[in-house]
């Protein structure tokens, strides 16, 4: 067994999730090095909850679920791993006594963000944590041995990796949003960044009231008549428009539609009922009978809010309120109890507590924060695509991804060390080449995975070949028909397979682009230039040099009979139409896509007609090959196509 002895995790970004990765890596025991631009870890953390830091909700971790607004169930786990109340714990333990207030959120007892961010870094010392401020990583990525990050010139080395950069909220602490590019880079898909938690502008000049606070008001945002949003408890006004905790939480509900288009109102005396509000009305215009009608309402307002709603109103300020009338009474009411603004505009990146969009989730493994497709690398805190209210759920959520994904890159980054050096297979397949093809869904690609896996083979998606030209003539804008364009411009294509960690990954012109050709447009290119002979012709000779290498697994189209030929195990993998239809089914369902399972079963058998029938590369088994019935279970299915390559090897 060989054992580097150090189990190297680096994580990149010393915010909350990052930090607290570091933390539990090196409690786990792995040698842990944090990379952060700032000449400080915690930047951002010590200016949060207006320098008060509000470090997680009291509450049990199902409710921190509820509080999120995009992707919950991507949370579970992280979570329920660790909960609010671990993170009550965590600091407690770090010496920091912590109080709960209005609405279960957690400060410190102090109220001074400085303690959270100075125990954090406390604590990463004392596990032994190194720290390398003032380096920013522009790049990491695999050799193929361990994660290499590059800051400039200087490249550092590890074997595993977490990334923690956070959003692009606060630009000024250092969220500039540099790890979205080095994710990027490796192909992965980043939702469209936006702020969320953010104040409103709005269409009313407000600024006579910037600085003026409402507390225990009911915010009801509007769509139409559709009421998004309406919660009881303090706003403030700005120069521009509205903020403070209602306006924030309000906020993250109005991200469906143009802002302009959601309608605001505030009920400044939620506590009473309609008659309840005309009785007040009436007394205090009474009681006030002799004074000007502005004069009258100092029971009911605060001083700074009067003339602003006189003024909507309508009424003229100096009339005696003795004079004002029933229908006047009535209009002022109606702005007690829904006093309106008219969004303008969301204030920007600067102000947003929180950006909204990110990694989106089904990139990333919710047990560990682990990429699917990139072992090694950890992603965790605001990076990913969710978001919760406000109220403490934020810093929670950065708290249990940052803590899952150090733990994993730690278990990741031991496993790493102690691999059996190159396990001593039995049987030789390196010179073993596998066809596997088959109608569409019928498993080729899940059991070609398997095996691989098994037996040690790579394998080769060639689908994912015309799927790179599909990307690149959608990218161009080229009707995907238009056959003369295409061939013409595949000299301008260039497209390289690479491998690392048995993972494949497509490098169109440079740029990898996994996460990018999985889309319904990029199918669609894929199965029309598919069909162009020039463009087969153009992808023969890279395939043709993949499976000539040996010790590959290739499923696709023409594989058997034109790619490899002369392949060792040539499988025809069939299932019938209801059972591929019934898998397929329950994919698209788990998705959350509205599909009927005739719906499937009928897309599925007009598939498999136009494949048998057309006039290029139609779906056709090699003479040689083995049909192999995919009904049942998925192993029976692996076993059955290893067993023919031991055969083939032992010969
Ligand atoms: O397996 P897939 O869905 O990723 O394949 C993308 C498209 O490419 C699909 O329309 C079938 C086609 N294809 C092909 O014609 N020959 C291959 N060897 C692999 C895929």
Redesign the pocket.
Known sequence: MTNKGKNRVAVIGAGPAGMMAAITSARCGADVTVFERNPFAGKKLRITGKGRCNVTNDCAPREVLEAVKRNPKFLYSAVYRFTPADTMSFFEEAGVPLKTERGHRVFPESDKAYDIQQAMVREMTEAGVKTRYKTRIDRVYNDGRSWVLCCGEKKYAADAVVLATGGVSYPGTGSTGDGFAMLKRLGMRITELRPSLVPVNTEEKVGELSGLTLKNVTLSVLYGKKCVFRELGEMLFTHTGVSGPLVLSASANMQDHPVSEYAMRVNLKPGMSREELEARVVKDLSKYSAKDFVNSLSDLLPQKLIQYVVGMTGIDPRKKSRDVSKAERIRLCDLLSALPFTPSSFGSLDEAVITRGGVEVDQINPKSMEAISWPGLFVCGEMLDTDAYTGGFNLQIAFSTGRLAGESAAGFAERENTKEPEEERKVDFSKIRVAIDGPSGAGK?TIAKLVAAETGLIYV????L??AVGLYMARQGTDAYDEETIVASLKDVDIKLEYSEGKQHVILNGECVDGLIRTEEV?YY??AV?KIPRVREFLMNLQKSLGDAGGVIMD????GTVIIPDAEVKIFLVADAEERARRRYAEQIEKGLDVTYEEVLQSIIARDQQDSSRDV?PLKPADDAVTLINNRTIEDAVNFVIGLMKEKAGE
């Open positions: 690609s998606d060639t689908g994912s015309y799927r199918s894929a199965s598919s696709g189209r023409d594989i590369a």
